[in-house]
């Protein structure tokens, strides 16, 4: 299949430069298969949670609403 792509001009002069025994051809079929053969790792976020165990999600207005309270207490003094 042919295609088209976009390359940035500072890419193509590092290809260009490139010193392998490989055709350009060559050098973009074998790096897409590298990059596809590696599976996706999945990113795990850390436990950040604070509170109590159970106490089950927070909406945002809660959330607010305490930020609303503690700039009053601030603001009141």
């Known amino acids: 299949m042919r295609t088209t792509i ?3 001009d500072s890419l193509m002069e590092r290809v260009k430069k490139y ?3 490989m055709t350009f051809r060559s050098l973009v079929i074998s790096s897409l298969e590298k990059a596809l053969a590696t599976e996706a790792v999945d990113f795990v976020l850390r436990d950040g949670s604070v509170g109590e165990a159970g106490d089950g999600p927070v909406s945002s207005r809660e959330i607010n609403e305490q930020i ?3 700039r009053d207490q601030r603001f009141s003094r």
């Open 6 to 8: 976009d390359i940035p």
């Open 19 to 21: 010193k392998g025994n």
């Open 68 to 70: 609303d309270a503690q």
